[in-house]
């Protein structure tokens, strides 16, 4: 509204607005409810304020890595649920954590890599802060995905590739979904493969989104 202000309100009045706004642009009903919920503030680094928290912008977490805004957050969480089961789901890039927290709320189990040490440090006290137990966070290689919990549901990995990294087409159940953004810098889009049984796998491609790279070994 031109000439609002808000400022001084409550994070759930800016939470509200958010998901409101999420659903006039067509996100899925469950995913806008639970992005109501996720409080977006406790995941932005200090010194960004609930409207800069809450507004559709992508937001520096340090490292050199970003949270994505909020409509990319909730269109990848539902091409992730319209292709997959709920039981079990891979994230690759937990970055601060709040796609996770998203996750979290709309999937049994979630799993999530970072291969930086400290995001995949401070991601998982905040994590356990907000209650979210049914989370598990590693310091390790996406690239390689996590063997030991596969085969997953779904797999949605949050930082760009020029390919899908072939481990983690292999831990993708039958009649499961992975969502990723796939291309050069400038030209990313949003990728999914669905596996209809062992040897076949389809792809369909979706929005046009900037993502920063995934990167090889742990730092
Ligand atoms: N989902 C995050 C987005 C973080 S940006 C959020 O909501 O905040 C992408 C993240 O992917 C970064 O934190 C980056 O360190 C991580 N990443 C990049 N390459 C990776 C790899 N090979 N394995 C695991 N994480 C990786």
Redesign the pocket.
């Known amino acids: 509204m031109a000439g609002e202000t808000t400022r001084g309100l409550t994070p759930e009045f800016y939470r509200a607005r958010m998901a409101r706004g999420l659903r006039t642009r067509g996100i899925d009903a469950a995913v806008c409810e639970v992005m109501g919920r996720v409080p977006r503030h406790v995941?932005a680094a200090a010194g960004w304020d609930l409207e800069q928290a809450y507004a559709d912008i992508t937001l520096p977490?340090g490292?050199g890595?970003?949270?994505?805004q909020p409509y990319v957050?909730a269109r990848m969480s539902e091409l992730l649920l319209e292709g997959s089961d709920r039981r079990s789901v891979l994230?690759?890039?937990?970055?601060?954590?709040?796609?996770?927290a998203v996750l979290a709320g709309l999937c049994e189990r979630v799993y999530s890599?970072?291969?930086?040490a400290a995001?995949a440090d401070s991601a998982r006290a905040r994590l356990r802060e907000l209650g979210l137990l049914r989370v598990h966070t590693k310091h390790?290689?996406?690239?390689a995905g996590w063997p030991q919990q596969a085969p997953f549901d779904g797999i949605l990995v949050?930082?760009a590739a020029a390919q899908v990294p072939p481990e983690l087409l292999a831990q993708l159940r039958v009649g499961g979904r992975l969502v990723m953004p796939v291309g050069p810098p400038g030209h990313q889009e949003l990728l999914t493969v669905d596996r209809q049984d062992a040897d076949t796998l389809r792809v369909g491609r979706f929005d046009a989104v900037t993502?920063?790279?995934?990167?090889?070994e742990l730092?």
């Open positions: 995941f977490i490292h890595q970003t949270i994505s957050v994230e690759v890039g937990t970055g601060c954590g709040y796609q996770t890599l970072e291969r930086i995001l390790g290689d996406g690239f949050t930082a993502f920063v790279p995934l990167l090889p730092d």
